[in-house]
């Protein structure tokens, strides 16, 4: 088993870390140039504004709603190295993919442990850096991804924040069946088109998929 731990509108939680002020406000942090908005608060997202909104494009009302924050990567890298650190407690076998987005393996572990270690791991994380992360176990990446994603945003995951996806367990299986095949992680959107037009529109259908069906098309 693996987990994909990733830190929760991290440009802005760590904001928030050095200005509690901004808990709870509607905040964007912008891209070098401060010409588009390329990190949201969930309170900016519930405001309808879109991950790459150019600035000058909000209207003068949104724009006296909302506090919008110029970049400073300095401060992110630094933050990440510290998330990372703590993620060092909980296993030696870390890949750091991104810089808020970190593989951490949990091979040997007893799998019944594995979601109370994931709620540990979180609140740790919390309590050291100040930054909310989501945690998904499954045993491949493209499981942990998806796992992460309903830990994230699924309202029976959302408040603890940890999902566990088995391989072969139902909820895997009903999951997938209403995953789209284009939204998977690694199916790049023409490849996705070339799967729907096999008749595979789910990541279950491509799960279940000949694959010298699909490479001989």
């Given amino acids: 088993m693996m987990a994909l731990v990733d830190c929760n509108n991290f440009y802005v939680s760590c904001e928030r870390v050095f200005n ?10 912008l891209s070098n140039n401060d010409g588009c ?34 970049s400073n990567y300095a401060l992110y890298g630094d933050m990440s190295h510290r998330v990372t650190e703590v993620l060092a407690r909980f296993s030696p076998h870390i890949e750091v993919y991104s810089i808020d987005e970190s593989f951490v393996g949990f091979q040997g572990f007893d799998p019944d442990t594995l979601e109370n270690r994931g709620r540990q791991l979180r609140m740790t994380v919390r309590q050291w850096t ?21 830990a994230k945003k699924h309202p029976h995951f959302k408040e603890a924040g940890v999902c566990l996806l088995d391989a072969d367990s139902l909820m895997t299986q009903r999951v997938l069946e209403q995953w789209p095949v284009t939204e998977l992680w690694g199916i790049a959107w023409r490849t996705g088109e070339r799967l729907k037009k096999l008749g595979i529109e789910t990541a279950w259908q491509l799960r279940q998929a000949d694959p010298k069906h699909i490479r001989r098309h």
Wanted: proline share 8%.
């Fill in 20 to 29: 509690p002020a901004l808990e709870g406000r509607p905040v964007g942090v």
């Fill in 130 to 150: 100040g930054i909310p992360v989501s945690v998904g176990f499954a045993p491949t990446r493209v499981l942990a991804k998806i796992a992460n994603h309903l």
């Fill in 37 to 70: 908005i390329v990190a949201r608060s969930n309170e900016l997202k519930a405001l309808g504004v879109e991950m790459g909104t150019a600035r000058h494009l909000l209207s003068p009302a949104l724009r006296r709603q909302v506090i919008l924050l110029s």
